[in-house]
Antibody, heavy 121, light 113 residues
Framework: QVQLQQSGPGLVRPSQTLSLTCAISGDSVSRNSAAWNWIRQSPSRGLEWLGRTYYRSRWYNDYAVSVKSRITINPDTSKNQLSLQLNSVTPEDTAVYYC???????????WGQGTLVTVSS | DIVMTQSPDSLTMSLGERATINCKSSQSVLYSSDSKNYLAWYQQKPGQPPKLLIYWASTRESGVPDRFSGSGSGTDFTLTISSLQAEDVAVYYCQQYYSTPWTFGQGTKVEIK
């Protein structure tokens, strides 16, 4: 059974960097067919896909245009996890953040438990 | 970006009734090379992440009750709950994975009368 365990701070100051980690069990971050995603949810934006990382003989990343200049998603193969960094946050980045697996790079079948991140001074 | 629009925004039905949720995409999510519709449905209950119900528009995820079914092709899709149960109270989302950025509908809230 795949499990995604998220960790990271729930409060980030404006202009600082949001950092979250997603530890994967029951699968491998470098499996050559899966894609590993970050998605957020807020009342104002609904469910918003932020980006993904995946391995196909080499590592690839795709990011949403809305956050492309501020986001980095990195795999950590030694710890079998992935991370999210979102720079220069504002209160509009307040949301529940999820990591999620797409088993064949398509639909999402497993989600992390979610982390509420509040951006506030 | 592909815009996903669901209707209605909310639905209040009696136990045992048939519930129908519609989802329309701003462009076709039918991939010609494999004839698959790149469309999924999720159920979300309060305080929980979304749960996959249907993928490829009509394939039920393992363990999902057979009262849930998906249909449609191209730009118009439907999620049907054939006989509404108390545990089906939730918000339902459609999502396209035809092209990035993946996008979701705004959600349909299902309640019991």
């Amino acid at each position: 059974q795949v499990q995604l365990q998220q960790s990271g701070p729930g409060l980030v100051r404006p202009s600082q960097t949001l950092s979250l980690t997603c530890a994967i069990s029951g699968d491998s971050v470098s499996r050559n067919s899966a894609a590993w995603n970050w998605i957020r949810q807020s009342p104002s934006r609904g469910l918003e896909w932020l980006g993904r990382t995946y391995y196909r003989s080499r590592w690839y990343n795709d990011y949403a245009v809305s956050v492309k200049s501020r986001i980095t998603i990195n795999p950590d193969t030694s710890k079998n996890q992935l991370s999210l960094q979102l720079n220069s946050v504002t209160p509009e980045d307040t949301a529940v953040y999820y990591c999620a697996r797409a088993p064949s790079g398509s639909y999402i079948d497993f989600w992390g438990q979610g982390t509420l991140v509040t951006v506030s001074s | 970006d592909i815009v996903m629009t669901q209707s209605p925004d909310s639905l209040t039905m009696s136990l045992g009734e048939r519930a129908t949720i519609n989802c329309k995409s701003s462009q076709s999510v039918l991939y010609s090379s494999d004839s698959k519709n790149y469309l999924a449905w999720y159920q979300q209950k309060p305080g929980q992440p979304p749960k996959l119900l249907i993928y490829w528009a009509s394939t039920r995820e393992s363990g999902v009750p057979d009262r849930f079914s998906g249909s449609g092709s191209g730009t118009d899709f439907t999620l049907t709950i054939s006989s509404l149960q108390a545990e089906d109270v939730a918000v339902y989302y459609c999502q396209q994975y035809y092209s990035t950025p993946w996008t979701f509908g705004q959600g349909t809230k299902v309640e019991i009368k």
